[in-house]
């Protein structure tokens, strides 16, 4: 399958720092972008959908000024997480797929990055 | 998109087949049926995915009823590798493509 990269895969920040996370897909273009957090032993939730060139489309409850996404090439996109506090403390995921021009991919995830904010 | 139900757990002997449930009895004409599996603390991995006639690839096969509300999916030799969390997830065909994650099934496959 594709591959979609995270970095970094662990960071560790002061409270009220902001952390920026990279995705990138490393042989397809990423039309389309998605974000997940995950708490431990729960599920993946969907944050976020960006698209590339155009603003992300958040999931309803979460903060857009806080976790600021940016899609501005086809094959990166960055999530910065802004004045973090311990609480958004997670796992951070993100999924790639390439849509248009007769391609519809699956969907392919980073291998995460593990936030901890102290 | 359609809920799915799995079980929250399920255990597995090594070299043995993995029967894996899901029941999708909301799902709509359009919906594909999509399995994904989180080994612990990494990004998840696509496993396979079928409209109504089964699959099979290198991974596992892919089995849904006729009337396509429920489906499953078969490891056929299981191993200690294969222990992870079984996402089984309906998505509307040409839609933005979000997923959205149910609580899945935890797999332990035991030597």
């Known amino acids: 399958g594709a591959v979609v990269s995270q970095h970094p895969s662990r960071v560790i920040c002061k409270s009220g720092t902001s952390v920026k996370i990279e995705c990138r897909s490393l042989?397809?273009?990423?039309?389309?972008m998605f974000w997940y957090r995950q708490f431990p032993k729960q599920s993946l939730m969907l944050m976020a959908t960006s698209n590339e060139g155009s603003k992300a489309t958040y999931e309803q409850g979460v903060e857009k000024d806080k976790f600021l996404i940016n899609h501005a090439s086809l094959t990166l996109s960055t999530l910065t997480v802004t004045s973090a506090h311990p609480e958004d403390s997670s796992f951070y995921i993100c999924s790639a797929r390439e849509v248009g021009q007769g391609k519809n991919t699956e969907a392919f995830f980073g291998q995460g990055t593990r936030l901890t904010v102290v | 998109d359609a809920k799915t139900t799995q079980p929250p757990s399920m255990d597995c002997a090594e070299g043995r087949a993995a029967n894996l449930p899901c029941n999708h009895s909301?799902?709509?004409?359009?919906?594909?049926v999509y399995w994904y599996r989180q080994i612990h603390s990494q990004g998840p991995q696509y496993i396979i995915h079928?409209?109504?006639n089964n699959e099979t690839n290198e991974m596992a096969s892919l089995i849904i009823t006729e009337d396509r509300k429920s489906s499953t999916l078969i490891l056929p030799h299981a191993t200690l590798r294969d222990t992870a969390v079984y996402y089984c997830i309906v998505r509307v065909v040409g839609s933005w493509g979000k997923l959205q994650f149910g609580a899945g099934t935890q797999v332990v496959v035991t030597p």
């Open positions: 909301t799902i709509s004409g359009n919906e594909y």
């Open positions: 042989d397809f273009q990423a039309t389309t």
């Open positions: 079928g409209l109504k």
